[in-house]
């Protein structure tokens, strides 16, 4: 192995870096600490460049809404800058998954759309400290929960699995914990697919005792138990997989839908931050 490594050294440092630019960032990672012969073409831009997204119009486009990111020294620095933090708007935001490079989004609450969104009986529009939006949903009273977004697929990288998912809270809520929920993930005119979940995370599945309920709550009817339900993200919101499609570089529209119309109880404090679409291997 030795010896295939000090061969390798001894290839021009332009043969290095077109062998690393077809690599991967993680992979860039661990070569640059082989040598300093490795680092220097790990670390150059012509690796960085070919890990960034190849449309550079797009590339322009994010720096624009982003003005600091003109002022990085080195595409590395770029990619890591991308990665880090996502670039928002009021609409969505934008990040690279750091380990592949690849495109993900959020799209706000304020891009989708919910039903009775705009009426003020049903749902109000907040402001909070821990969103990336200016704005999200909060759901006020309604029995009929329907939200709906889309995505065009040449926003996203090509060749690529990815996942969708709800991103929300919910902060003393009612009529979601012996509701199921359907997520629904399909092509336009296409194929989709549906999955039957449970929103609340704080479910006790416990009956009562003594004609009482746990922690003010009724007992979980048995459709309930078992199915899948949200988990927290490292930024403190709740997030439930949706669903998953492939990416095949064709132009298509990707749609997405949460529906509970059938159930006979009044929902509340449901907070919309948004729908997550980033590729499956960052699952």
């Not at 001894?10 to 990672?29: F, N, Q």
């Not at 416990?206 to 927290?232: A, C, E, K, N």
């Amino acid at each position: 192995m030795r010896k295939r490594m000090a061969e390798f050294e001894d290839l021009p440092e332009g043969c290095i870096t077109t062998i690393i630019s077809r690599t991967t960032p993680v992979d860039a990672g661990k070569l640059s600490v082989v040598s300093k012969s490795f680092r220097s073409a790990s670390d150059s831009d012509a690796v960085w460049n070919a890990f960034l997204p190849s449309d550079s119009n797009f590339i322009d486009s994010i720096i624009s809404h982003s003005p600091s990111l003109a002022n990085l020294p080195t595409k590395k620095s770029l990619y890591l800058a991308l990665s880090d933090r996502p670039i928002d708007n009021a609409r969505k935001s934008f990040q690279l998954n750091r380990k592949s490079g690849k495109k993900c989004y959020m799209l706000a609450a304020r891009s989708l759309t919910i039903v009775w969104g705009d009426d003020q009986r049903y749902w109000n529009w907040i402001s909070t400290p821990d969103s990336r939006f200016p704005e999200i949903a909060k759901l006020c009273h309604v029995w009929w929960f329907e939200i709906r977004g889309t995505i065009n697929t040449l926003a996203l990288s090509p060749n690529t699995q990815y996942a969708a998912y709800l991103v929300f809270k919910m902060i003393d809520d009612y009529g979601f914990e012996n509701e199921t929920v359907d997520l629904t993930v399909g092509v336009k005119g296409g194929h989709s697919n549906t999955k039957i979940v449970c929103l609340d995370p704080n479910i006790d599945p416990r009956p009562p005792i003594f004609g009482r309920w746990y922690h003010g709550r009724r007992p979980t009817p048995h459709d309930i138990v078992g199915l899948q339900r949200p988990s927290v993200r490292s930024d403190g919101w709740l997030e439930i997989k949706m669903g998953e499609f492939f990416n095949s570089n064709l132009e298509e529209e990707v749609e997405m839908s949460v529906m509970e119309i059938k159930g006979n109880e009044v929902k509340e404090n449901f907070f919309l931050e948004g729908i997550e679409v980033r590729p499956k291997e960052d699952n």
